[in-house]
């Protein structure tokens, strides 16, 4: 797999700075130790690299981005508890480990949820992060408008939806943009925006980003039915048990496998500007896509 040494590097900056983020000191602990469950539990860490990575190429160094990178992981993670509610997704395995609300009941796991989202703004907003103001509340929109009634939030409804209901193709590309697109696009764009990207270079960021939000997701729908649940760390074939609309349900296996393979080139061509300062989002690019889960 593709310059996973330098995902485990940016893992372990983001690690420790979520650490430090979480005191145990918190009014409600119980609250506290969902929260630590679900974000410690593991995971690939791909929204706090797309950051890091981004920044890097916009000429910044990693520690500019970490704060994004630590909201995004928030972000994420709440996402995740959410998404395996009964009133969701309803599945009992995730990053290797029993549920949220299999361990903490569901009103907690919903809480730990809206703390993780809400903390992530805290994070955003710290003085300890020496930003230019004016910089820091562009972070804050992209951020909020990728997680947001416009982002994430809105694919999960359509998610929901057209469960088990025949879905256009043009459809389920909206779904898949919004419920994950939007929020690894996010990622690129804050970490960008860090490193100081701005016009020509903001939009190349852009470009890549959404290219690679959509094949993360198939790559995701794809895993569901190639991938074993110890591979994958959360139940295999859920998609398929629940009838949601996927690429490979919808356009067939090998159809879906050329889609994600034309989006992994047209990212990598869109950060070829970049130069060698882009080549750890090539990477990340090709890992996304080959992945194995
Ligand atoms: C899973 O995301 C949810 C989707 C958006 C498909 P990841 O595959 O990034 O999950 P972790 O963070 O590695 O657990
Ligand atoms: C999740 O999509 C998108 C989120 C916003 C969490 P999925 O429902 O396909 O993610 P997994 O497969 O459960 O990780
Ligand atoms: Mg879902
Ligand atoms: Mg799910
Ligand atoms: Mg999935």
Redesign the pocket.
């Known amino acids: 797999m593709p310059t996973l040494p330098k995902l485990e590097h940016y893992r372990e900056i983001v690690d420790r700075e979520l650490e430090r983020c979480f005191s145990p000191t918190l009014p409600a602990p119980r609250l506290a130790e969902a929260m630590r469950y679900s974000l410690k539990a593991g995971g690939k860490r791909i929204r706090p690299a797309l950051a890091f990575a981004a920044c890097e190429a916009a000429g910044g160094i990693p520690e500019d981005a970490l704060p994004v990178a630590c909201a995004l992981e928030m972000i ?1 993670t709440y ?2 508890i ?3 509610l009964p009133a ?2 309803d ?1 009992d395995l ?1 990053r290797g480990r029993p549920t949220n609300h299999k361990v903490y009941g569901e009103a907690i796991a919903i809480l730990a949820g809206d703390g993780l989202l809400t903390e992530a703004f805290t994070v955003l907003s710290s003085p300890e992060w020496k930003i230019p103001v004016e910089r820091r509340i562009e972070i804050v929109r992209i951020v909020s408008d990728g997680a947001g009634a416009n982002g ?1 939030v809105a ?2 409804v359509l ?1 929901l939806e057209h469960e088990g209901k025949p879905t256009e193709e043009r459809t389920l590309e909206q779904i898949h943009k919004h ?2 697109g939007k ?1 690894l696009t996010a990622a690129v764009l804050a970490g960008g925006k860090a490193g100081g990207a701005e016009g020509k270079v903001f939009e190349a960021l852009r470009t890549y980003g959404e290219k690679i939000g959509l094949a993360f ?1 198939i790559a ?2 794809i895993l ?1 039915l190639t991938a074993t649940t110890e591979e ?1 760390g ?1 139940d295999s074939k ?2 398929l048990k629940k009838g ?1 609309a ?1 690429y490979p349900a919808i356009l067939g296996m090998e159809e879906s496998k050329k889609r994600a393979k034309i989006l992994l080139d047209e990212a990598v061509h869109a950060v070829g500007r970049f130069g060698p300062r882009g080549e750890t989002l090539v990477s990340l690019a090709r890992f996304i896509v080959e992945r194995r889960a």
């Open positions: 994420h996402s995740l959410h998404d395996d969701m997704d599945d995730r994430m694919g999960q998610d419920k994950t929020l997701q995701d729908d569901d994958l959360k859920s998609d949601k996927t």
